[in-house]
């Protein structure tokens, strides 16, 4: 476990921290460091502001963050959706308009591929098509909190907040590659190489949504702005709220390690998110 190594010098130290999850707070799909969690804990005890920002869904957060006693507020599917996991009060939620929804439909089931239709609702959190090609890994996440129906319904009713495929390989690897190009202009689109479940991944949010769109709410919410916050990612989805927060972290060789953010921590196995406490003195 290492100290944090400064890029830059911020003006002030920072008021609220907002975390990604896999690969930044937590490794092996929810394994928390000693030490992560003692620093959580300390920051709790301070009252820091702290928010969650994954791309996982509500239920799969959930179930991993209460294992460790830390259920709280996030952003889950990359932005699309807010909620405190502990209260259930949900704060924040984008869906597809239903023309553009049926439009990136279309794209993945002219390619052959009948994604996952996330909708984020009380009782169900997606909908899969039992030709659905998700990864197994992915599908065994979503336990019985899934309806096996047609995708159209929650598309034309205006529900979707997302749409997803894990793992694909070979043909349909590169069938996902041609998607994301044909939805481009109605999908805020992430696909690439599967770091987590190996294999190309595609997830599609609602055009111009993306983890800044939920961090920004919360931040209103709670008096704080965009120079007031700490952000800490590893992933490609977490670039955008690397750009857009005042104080900026990025983990030991990940993707975000790329771009130029203000510190670098060690890697969570190792317990590196204990390097935030130092940076908010």
């Known amino acids: 476990m290492t100290a944090p190594r400064p890029k830059t010098v911020g003006s002030k130290r920072p008021a609220g921290i907002v975390t990604d999850l896999d690969g930044t707070f937590w490794y092996d799909d ?45 952003v889950l599917l990359a932005g699309a959706v807010g909620t405190d996991l502990h209260t259930g009060q949900e704060w924040h939620r984008q869906a597809f308009a239903p023309e553009a929804g049926q439009r990136v439909l279309d794209a993945f089931l002219a390619e052959g591929l009948s994604p996952v239709v996330h909708v984020s609702l009380p009782d169900i959190d997606a909908v899969i098509a039992p030709d659905c090609p998700t990864s197994d890994r992915h599908r065994a996440q979503f336990d019985m909190a899934t309806v096996p129906t047609d995708p159209h319904e929650p598309v034309a009713a205006g529900v979707a907040v997302g749409f997803g495929l894990l793992s694909l390989t070979g043909e349909r ?45 919360w931040a209103t919410a709670q008096g704080l702005t965009a120079d007031d916050l700490l952000a800490v990612g590893d992933g490609e989805n977490d670039l955008d709220m690397l750009a857009w927060a005042g104080h900026t972290v990025a983990v030991e060789g990940s993707v975000a390690n790329g771009i130029a953010t203000d510190h670098v921590i060690d890697v969570p196995e190792r317990g590196g998110w204990v390097g935030l406490l130092e940076l908010l003195g």
């Open 173 to 217: 690897g590169l069938a996902a590659h041609r998607v994301a190009t044909a939805i481009a202009d109605d999908a805020t689109v992430t696909c690439g190489l599967d770091t987590t479940f190996g294999g190309i991944t595609v997830l599609a949010a609602p055009v111009g949504v993306n983890k800044v769109t939920g961090i920004s709410r």
């Open 30 to 74: 929810g394994e928390v460091h000693p030490a992560t969690l003692a620093a959580f804990a300390e920051l709790r005890r301070r009252d820091v502001p702290m928010l969650f920002a994954t791309g996982r869904r509500g239920r799969s957060a959930s179930h991993r963050l209460a294992r460790h006693g830390l259920l709280g507020p996030a």
